[in-house]
């Protein structure tokens, strides 16, 4: 089947700087892209979407950019806070199914 | 607006036996779709409810099973109960005209 950057690497960073947690996906089909937030003992949380007819869409303090040639989805997250520190998802979906195909997730650890 | 709620939050069950966990979507919500997540295999797609159809069924065996209600709650049934049945279930749910998908805590079941 289709898969979504399955690896979980961990990526830690300062308090304050900018994180950037990348993403591969394989079905070129798919045309709405999620990234979801999951803290330990949590449900994913959304954080940020987008559809493929746009490259970049920013929202508080996070910017998710698509690139269709590559097939590559990166979010941003901004000031990067402890409270950021989670296991975060991207997730793909195609017009083939109502159905989301996730990635293996990134830990991203913010050191105080 | 209360998010998606599920129960049990906590399960353990015996080799053999059945499961049911319930799924209370987001109000307004239609539609329901069911994860397992596991370290293994991560977040993987069982089915999903539109209107009390199953419209998306993922690559899980027969023992998997689901149904939803005219109020839009969903329940997934688990027969014969395996140690790799082991996993936390998703819920998630959206809006008809949306493809954004929220999801509850999950139900964490334990097979002994």
Not at chain 1, 72 to 88: K, N
Request: net charge positive; with cysteine; hydrophobic share 30%.
């Amino acid at each position: 089947g289709e898969s979504v950057g399955l690896h979980l690497p961990t990526l830690s960073v300062q308090e304050g700087d900018n994180s950037i947690i990348n993403c591969a996906y394989s079905n070129s089909a798919s045309d709405y892209f999620i990234w979801y937030k999951q803290e330990s003992g949590k449900g994913p949380q959304f954080i940020i979407d987008i559809r493929s007819n746009m490259d970049k869409r920013q929202g508080q303090r996070v910017t998710v950019l698509l690139n269709k040639t590559v097939k590559h989805l990166s979010l941003q997250i901004a000031a990067t806070q402890p409270g950021d520190s989670a296991v975060y998802f991207c997730a793909e979906m195609s017009r083939a199914g109502n159905m989301l195909t996730f990635g293996g997730g990134t830990r991203l650890m913010v050191k105080p | 607006k209360a998010g998606v709620t599920q129960t049990p939050r906590y399960l353990i069950k015996t080799r053999g036996q059945q499961v049911t966990l319930s799924c209370s979507p987001i109000s307004g919500h239609r539609s329901v779709s069911w994860y397992q997540q596991t370290p293994g295999q991560g977040l993987q797609f069982l089915f999903e409810y539109f209107s009390e159809t199953q419209r998306n069924k993922g690559n899980f065996p027969g023992r998997f099973s689901g149904r939803q209600f005219s109020n839009s709650r969903s329940e997934m049934n688990v027969s014969t109960l395996e140690l790799g049945d082991s996993a936390l279930y998703l819920c998630a749910s959206s809006l008809p005209s949306s493809d954004t998908q929220y999801f509850g805590p999950g139900t964490r079941l334990t097979v002994l």
